[in-house]
């Protein structure tokens, strides 16, 4: 399978399972999107009568190109065999670790966004903090069924996890205890909207957090709109001083800026480039996923524009790094020659099988994004998985269980897209979230050709 595609005057050819990428001139383009399911007289043909007036275009010319495909033919980088379908559903059904939780330790926030998808920091259910017992026991639990991997993953989660700091504190120092018992290396990481941050946050998260996570969606009138406290006013003119002092003192460890964007703001864009603009140089902006009759869903009329969107954000990025003011964005990081394994590319996040979300009262869910759904209630931090039944669907879940993924050139790249997203698109997480599934082919192309422009240009 290829996809070729057209981006910043370059024609591009991805070879999908060799993963190979060539950048060609227009008459290759045209051959090589013929060449696979047209005889070569039918493809000389096309080539001679849409190139006539090209004196360079000719039989022994085109005779030539057709050597240099069948060369690549043969080395395995153009038109290679998909050697990875019949192995999908017995990699994801060998025994798995556990080796990442989210941590819940408050359901409840100091924030009132209305496109929040846990209910204000709910979960549709009660407010609750968790408690050190329960957070320890959690640790525990990792630990048991983590097998011989060393490196875990815990990330602190709401709401508004600051609203219960002292226990994230004493859970991350017990998390240091294990490690000297168990050989374990846990790498911690916090979520927040920013409102509590203060010196005592920033300094542990500095010493302690392998990643934080910042939650501005952009302009001040933008994530106003949406973002609000329970009193109704806008938190970005309490939040981003506090940022910016977080990210001055937090030097080169990890950390991102993540909006989201919306209806209101399908010229993202500008969002990420004033939140660049302000210092920071990590950025995520994610598509808001919600009810189609929300007033800041998402349309179709919209897709156009975001389409353009990532297209402008590419260009622009590319141009800032040139002038030594890059920034990262999330989604634009793509390694072309050394990317993850079969596995992972096959089987993406590991829901329900390698990671898990644990509730204040440690009730265990594939992840956030199920918690209060009681269809999804694996089991908890105490007896294990019970629920046998909602987990095999989640090791079933990949980049070939979906029949609309058969075809599709990305299948690799999203390893069957957010188990979650399709759940509360379609009722079932094999189903297809189409509208998701377009944003995210279109990053993907924008991705690459980012990568092609900085190979040719430095």
Same mark, same amino acid.
């Given at each position: 399978m290829i996809h070729c595609y057209k981006l910043n005057g370059y024609n591009i050819v991805l070879d999908v399972f060799s993963g190979s990428v060539h950048v060609v001139d227009e008459v290759a383009y045209d051959a090589i999107g013929m060449y696979e399911n047209n005889d070569k007289e039918t493809v000389k043909s096309r080539l001679l009568e849409k190139y006539s007036g090209r004196a360079d275009v000719t039989e022994k010319e085109i005779d030539e190109l057709f050597e240099d495909i069948e060369e690549l033919k043969e080395k395995g980088k153009l038109y290679a065999p998909d050697v990875y379908e019949g192995k999908a559903f017995d990699l994801k059904n060998r025994n798995t670790v556990i080796k990442a939780l989210c941590l819940h330790v408050a359901h409840t926030c100091n924030l009132n966004c209305e496109y929040c998808f846990a209910?204000?920091?709910?979960?549709?259910g009660d407010r609750a903090l968790m408690t050190l017992e329960v957070g320890k026991r959690a640790l525990d639990f990792l630990v048991e069924n983590s097998g011989k991997r060393k490196n875990l993953e815990v990330d602190f989660f709401g709401g508004e #996890?600051?609203?219960?700091?002292? $226990? $994230?504190?004493?859970? $991350?120092?017990?998390?240091r205890e294990l490690e000297k018992t168990h050989n374990k290396n846990f790498r911690f990481t916090l979520t927040t909207n920013g409102v509590l941050l203060n010196d005592d946050v920033i300094d542990f998260a500095n010493r302690e957090m392998h990643n934080v996570v910042l939650s501005l969606d952009g302009r001040r009138e933008i994530h106003d709109r949406l973002r609000k406290t329970v009193n109704g006013?806008?938190?970005? =003119?309490?939040?981003? #001083?506090?940022?910016?002092?977080?990210?001055?003192?937090r030097g080169d460890r990890g950390y991102y800026m993540r909006g989201t964007f919306t209806h209101n703001n399908v010229d993202f864009t500008n969002d990420i480039f004033h939140m660049a603009d302000l210092g920071f140089t990590e950025l995520s902006m994610e #598509?808001?996923?919600?009810? #189609?009759?929300? !007033?800041?869903?998402?349309?179709?009329?919209?897709? !156009?524009?975001?389409?353009? +969107?990532?297209?402008?954000?590419?260009?622009e990025m590319l141009k800032r790094d040139r002038e030594g003011r890059g920034f990262t964005f999330y989604h634009y990081m793509i390694d072309l020659t050394h990317g993850p394994c079969i596995y992972k590319r096959i089987s993406g996040c590991g829901s329900g099988t390698e990671y898990m979300a644990v509730t204040p009262w440690g009730e265990l869910y594939p992840c956030h994004q199920f918690v209060g759904d009681e269809k999804y209630s694996l089991g908890n931090i105490w007896d294990g998985v019970k629920n046998k039944e909602a987990q095999q669907e989640f090791k079933l879940c990949n980049a070939y269980a979906r029949e609309e993924c058969r075809d599709c050139w990305a299948k690799?790249?999203?390893?069957?897209?957010?188990?979650?997203?399709?759940?509360?698109?379609?009722?079932?997480?094999?189903? $297809?979230?189409?509208?998701?599934?377009?944003?995210?082919?279109?990053?993907?192309?924008?991705?690459?050709?980012? +990568?092609? =422009?900085?190979? +040719?240009?430095?």
């Open positions: 209910s204000q920091g709910k979960y549709h #996890p600051l609203m219960n700091w002292e $226990v $994230v504190k004493e859970i $991350v120092r017990y998390g006013k806008g938190s970005y =003119d309490t939040i981003v #001083p506090k940022f910016r002092h977080f990210i001055e003192k #598509p808001v996923v919600c009810k #189609p009759d929300d !007033p800041y869903a998402l349309t179709e009329e919209d897709l !156009p524009i975001l389409f353009e +969107q990532y297209e402008i954000l590419a260009k690799l790249y999203c390893s069957g897209g957010c188990a979650a997203n399709s759940y509360h698109a379609t009722g079932s997480i094999t189903g $297809v979230y189409e509208y998701g599934c377009k944003l995210f082919r279109k990053r993907m192309e924008c991705a690459i050709m980012m +990568q092609i =422009d900085k190979a +040719q240009n430095g």
